[in-house]
């Protein structure tokens, strides 16, 4: 129980431990547990910036799409005006030569009828002429009587 | 029990011998071989710790070693912040030296009794105490470094002329000079005192207590030591950390200026 010199020999080491731990202990941790702490606070931040900047980011797609749709349904209502109106367009077209093709029909008709009518005119003639042959019995002229001939036919077209 | 024929016979025998250093020399130059022995070993093993989890210490991920380390060194830290304002670079590693030093040797007595003495015997050494903290000298060598780092830190921040004059004029004002004078002397003194005493008896009783268990029947033996084996566990830590607390409390004075 008697206080001796293990006292001073117990005091160095004390103070031997104190400095070691001061000088090659301390420092070293503490540090890493601030830097550590210093890195945890950046990394939060990090995260805390990129979540805003995904929030930004959706935000801004959202936006764009809602672009895209209404340029999208605006080419839409565009492509529909145009194809009504190459419809119409075509419509019109076929009316037009469809009359034309009419027209055309119209005219040829006529034109096979006045042909027709010639032949008619000119087989007529000559029926009258044979059946006045007949009837008078006689020769007609033809040469002397040209006139006539003319005459009636063209009172016949 | 060990080595009955240096001791007394009986219970008495066996725990004068439990309690009795190993000691060279005689009157004061003696020296107590098995306190300087443990806490130096002890204290080895505690560098050996911290400098190992220093040496690898990284910001990034930590290992085992470091993570206990660094536990050791907030929990420190944040005891430290809180009772101590001023900017020193010496309070925490001091505080964190004495709390694993003492609780290391502190932790001597959660060894079997007779365990350690029965190897010290089979190697021909008769008288063990291994508890670093049964030992008045190993107590006061701590109490006393810390008291002189108060006296130090007192004279240093207040100045010789400060400390004198808050030895001298408080509580009471000049008029009770001679009174405040005994009174600080008292206070101070007290401190190193009762820093030693109160970690020396908590646990010189608790070794005591562990003997007296050693010498009941050994069907009893489980039953009593157990418990109080779960609960010595609480007490050498908060002995630790008590004379941690205590130390930053008294120097965080010492640095107060009136």
């Not at chain 1, 009258?128 to 003319?150: N, R, T, Y």
């Not at chain 2, 709390?99 to 008769?126: A, E, H, T, Y």
């Not at chain 2, 009770?176 to 020396?200: C, G, M, T, Y």
Request: net charge negative; proline share 4%.
């Amino acid at each position: 129980m008697s206080i001796n010199a293990t006292l001073i020999g117990q005091m160095i080491t004390f103070a031997l431990l104190v400095w070691f731990t001061m000088k090659y202990i301390w420092p070293p941790l503490f540090d890493s547990l601030e830097e550590r702490k210093k890195k945890i606070a950046e990394g939060l931040a990090a995260a805390e910036k990129g979540h805003e900047e995904i929030l930004l980011a959706e935000k801004k797609a959202k936006k764009v799409l809602k672009e895209a749709k209404e340029q999208s349904s605006e080419i839409v209502t565009l492509a529909q005006k145009r194809a009504n109106e190459i419809v119409e367009e075509s419509k019109d077209t076929a009316k037009k030569e469809g009359e034309r093709l009419i027209v055309a029909a119209i005219a040829q008709i006529e034109q096979e009828r006045q042909q027709a009518k010639e032949v008619l005119r000119h087989e007529v003639v000559s029926l009258a002429l044979k059946a006045a042959e007949q009837i008078l019995g006689a020769e007609i002229d033809q040469g002397k009587h040209q006139d006539i001939i003319s005459k009636v036919s063209n009172q016949l077209g | 029990m060990a080595s009955e024929a240096h001791a007394a016979e009986g219970a008495t025998g066996y725990i004068i011998h439990h309690l009795t250093p190993l000691r060279v020399g005689e009157g004061f130059w003696s020296l107590h071989l098995d306190t300087l022995f443990f806490s130096a070993v002890l204290g080895g093993l505690f560098v050996w710790f911290f400098k190992t989890a220093a040496e690898k210490a990284t910001s990034g991920v930590p290992g085992l070693a470091q993570n206990f380390a660094e536990m050791l060194i907030e929990f420190i830290d944040t005891q430290v912040k809180d009772s101590f304002h001023g900017n020193s670079k010496l309070i925490a590693p001091l505080a964190l030296t004495i709390f694993c030093w003492v609780f290391l040797w502190n932790f001597m007595d959660m060894f079997p009794v007779d365990l350690l003495p029965l190897i010290g015997s089979l190697m021909g050494i008769d008288y063990l105490r291994v508890v670093p903290s049964t030992d008045l000298n190993a107590t006061f060598a701590m109490s006393i470094s810390v008291f002189f780092l108060i006296i130090f830190y007192s004279i240093k921040i207040k100045g010789p002329v400060g400390f004198a004059k808050e030895l001298m004029f408080q509580p009471f004002g000049p008029w009770l000079l001679p009174f405040n004078l005994l009174l600080k002397l008292v206070e101070e003194i007290a401190k190193p005192i009762s820093l030693a005493l109160r970690l020396f008896g908590n646990l010189y009783a608790g070794e005591l207590i562990f003997i007296l268990i050693a010498l009941l029947p050994w069907y009893i033996q489980p039953v009593l030591s157990f418990p109080w084996a779960i609960f010595h566990i609480l007490i050498i830590t908060l002995q630790a950390f008590i004379f941690m607390v205590l130390t930053v409390v008294y120097l965080s004075m010492a640095h107060e200026d009136h």
